[in-house]
């Protein structure tokens, strides 16, 4: 189907740009000669314009397959952050592409991209994406270790130093019937992970955070008591400021 519409807009190419070459010529012709500056510098850039949407249309980026959407019954979504495009950059099969609209589908674990060229929603290859940012947010994609305490996938970056926090975000979808009608919604979960010396460490309690940096477990534990740190309340927050107090502490 893409392929079919590539060469489909190549001949499209093809007759815009004699199109043009014809309207030019035409224009200097009824101008005796004396060529309209203004009117070839608007081709000129016409052109440009074409040819580059139709090069970046052919980029590596534009050869995932088709995304089907999901058809919300009670406003919910399956997406990171809100359910409309958002710009971003992603490093994608070796090469760079920024401010691409981008949505990350976490109960598919998939990046959705919009085709430059006639609009479709693309499912780009996961294998082939090595990071993105979203909505100031940035992924990374890691592989299963050999402990297999985590999977393939995308995590998102929440601390990016010596030692490093990581976020796995899923949403899973739930029905339920009530009074005859069907509702629908997405149960999110996050579970994080923390970096330290080459293993993956699953942490989701104060005290699991703390058994990961114990050989500066009573420094991290004064810390939390003097900055009234509650780490109930957000977590992740509490795992960022130790891993940063950790790696501080250890230089």
Known sequence: ?????????????????????????????????????????????????????????????????????YLSRNDEHPYFGEDDWAYGDILYDDEVYKNVPMFYDLSRDKVITEHIL???????????????SLADHT???????????????????????????????EKTLQQKVESNDIISRFEENNQLFILKNGIYFPVNKKGSVLEVFRDRKQDLKSLLNKNKINFNADRETGTVRLAEFYDAQNK
Do not use: W
């Open 139 to 169: 992924f990374v994609r890691l592989r299963r270790n050999e402990t297999r305490t985590i999977s393939d996938g995308f995590y998102e970056v929440l601390y990016d130093g010596v030692t490093k926090v990581y976020a796995r975000r």
């Open 118 to 132: 006639n609009g479709a929603k693309l499912e780009l290859v996961s294998e082939k994406i090595m990071r993105f």
């Open 1 to 69: 189907m893409i392929i079919n519409r590539i060469v489909d807009l190549k001949m499209i190419y093809r007759q815009l740009y004699f199109l043009s070459c014809f309207l030019i010529s035409g224009h200097c012709f009824a101008q005796y000669a004396k060529p309209d500056t203004a009117f070839l510098t608007l081709a000129k850039k016409h052109q440009e314009k074409l040819y580059d949407q139709f090069i970046h249309g052919q980029s590596r980026l534009y050869n995932g397959s088709e995304y089907r959407d």
